[in-house]
Every structure is written in structure tokens, then in C-alpha cells.
């Protein structure tokens, strides 16, 4: 069984651009939840999606944003980029009402 | 306020001692609970789980944690450290019990001394 896969591994952006981040769910999740993890720090919920709906989320502003696609593949979106967007983004999939999260290696953003 | 504590920033054990992490936790109702550890530049690893039953759950590489619902707490145990276990862990809650979004305390970095 294949894990949960994302990339890019690392991206450098300056403030004011736009990324997207990509995340493959682990076989057989149909939930795709996305954390942001501050140097130092304990991930952050951003928000869920569970087949192609967004299904809750965390205290983050409208500018971060998401898809997900029939494979339940997932973007994160993050437009106007500022200086404190800089973290790690971790994608995590799941069953829904599963077992618990299993998490990607990671997106390393950093914001110049 | 709703919140996943782990008190202990650092934590230093010699090779072959034991090791305990606390993790304490405030919601009104006894989250879904789960201990992750993540090495260096790496995601999240899932080590053990606790969602009701027997309050001493086992889980990977040797790491079992206990619930107790008196205390709010659930802490991760190893009866002997090894050296590749030197990393970050971190508690977290599924405050809604199966909707997976969860809150993460602000982690443990664990260090192994020869």
C-alpha cells in the first residue's frame, strides 16, 4: 500500500505570490486534512475534505484554500503569501470517521 | 479554555532508562487521543492510539501510553529508550471523537545520551 505523498518537498516564494501544494491520499481514504506546522511549534489545522467537499476548518483565513479530486487527491492553495506563512504544510488522509491521521512527509514553504 | 498541554519542552534520557511524556488534556469530553513522533525534516508518524476500552494501549516501536480520565492526561511510555528514538512527539485530540481534525500539543524533543 502506498503512504500519503506530497510535493513539492521545498518551495521558496516571496510575499504577495501564490502557491499551491499537492498531496496524494493514502489508498483506500477518501479524507484529506491539511496542517500547518510553525518552526517550533505543533501542526495547526487548516481545514478537511472528504469527497470533494470542504468538511470543516481551522482558524485560517479565506486566502488558504482547497480542492479535492475524484482520486481524492488534494490541494492547498495560499494566495498573498505573507513573512508568517513560512512553516511546514503536512497533508494527513484517513478514512473518514477512521482510525486516526497518517501524514505525509511534508511541504517546506518558505516565505522571503 | 479547550487545549492539549504537554509541559516537558526537553526531555534527556540516558540509552536503555525509561522514558515518560506527559500529555494532559482540557474538553469537556474525553477526546479521541494519539501519540505522533516526528523525526528531523520528516511528517508525522502515528505511534498508538486511544479511543475507549482498556485504558493501557500498546502501540509501534515498543511505546505503550496510558489514559487516565481523572487527570485529563495520557502519557507515552517506554520501559527502555534507544538511541533512534531521539525525536519530536507530539500528543493530539480529536475533540469531535471520528471527524480527525486534530489539535496537537506543542511537542516533546526527546534526546538520547550514549
Known amino acids: 500500500e502506498t503512504g500519503v505523498t506530497q510535493s513539492p518537498t521545498h518551495l521558496i516564494k516571496t510575499r504577495g505570490q501564490q502557491v499551491t501544494l499537492r498531496c496524494s491520499s493514502q489508498?483506500?481514504?477518501?479524507?484529506v486534512s491539511w496542517y500547518q506546522q510553525a518552526l517550533g511549534q505543533g501542526p495547526q489545522f487548516i481545514f478537511q475534505?472528504?469527497?470533494?467537499?470542504?468538511?470543516g476548518r481551522g482558524n485560517f483565513p479565506p486566502r488558504f484554500s482547497g480542492l479535492q479530486f475524484p482520486n481524492y487527491s488534494s490541494e492547498l492553495n495560499v494566495n498573498a503569501l505573507e513573512l508568517d506563512d513560512s512553516a511546514l504544510y503536512l497533508c494527513?488522509?484517513?478514512?473518514?470517521?477512521?482510525?486516526?491521521?497518517?501524514f505525509g512527509p511534508g511541504t517546506r514553504l518558505t516565505v522571503l | 479554555a479547550q487545549s492539549v498541554t504537554q509541559p516537558d519542552i526537553h526531555i534527556t534520557v540516558s540509552e536503555g532508562a525509561s522514558l515518560e511524556l506527559r500529555c494532559n488534556y482540557s474538553?469537556?469530553?474525553?477526546?479521541?487521543l494519539f501519540w505522533y513522533v516526528q523525526s528531523p525534516g520528516q511528517g508525522l508518524q502515528l505511534l498508538l492510539k486511544?479511543?475507549?476500552?482498556?485504558?493501557l494501549v500498546q502501540g509501534i516501536k515498543g511505546f505503550e501510553a496510558e489514559f487516565k480520565r481523572s487527570q485529563s492526561s495520557f502519557n507515552l511510555r517506554k520501559p527502555s529508550v534507544h538511541w533512534s528514538d531521539a525525536a519530536e512527539y507530539f500528543c493530539?485530540?480529536?475533540?469531535?471523537?471520528?471527524?480527525?481534525?486534530?489539535?496537537f500539543g506543542t511537542g516533546t524533543r526527546l534526546l538520547v545520551s550514549p
Open positions: 494527513a488522509s484517513s478514512v473518514n470517521g477512521g482510525q486516526g491521521e497518517y
Open positions: 489508498s483506500g481514504h477518501n479524507t
Open positions: 475534505y472528504y469527497r470533494e467537499e470542504e468538511n
Open positions: 474538553y469537556g469530553a474525553t477526546p479521541y
Open positions: 486511544y479511543f475507549s476500552g482498556d485504558t
Open positions: 493530539a485530540v480529536d475533540p469531535v471523537r471520528g471527524f480527525q481534525k486534530l489539535v
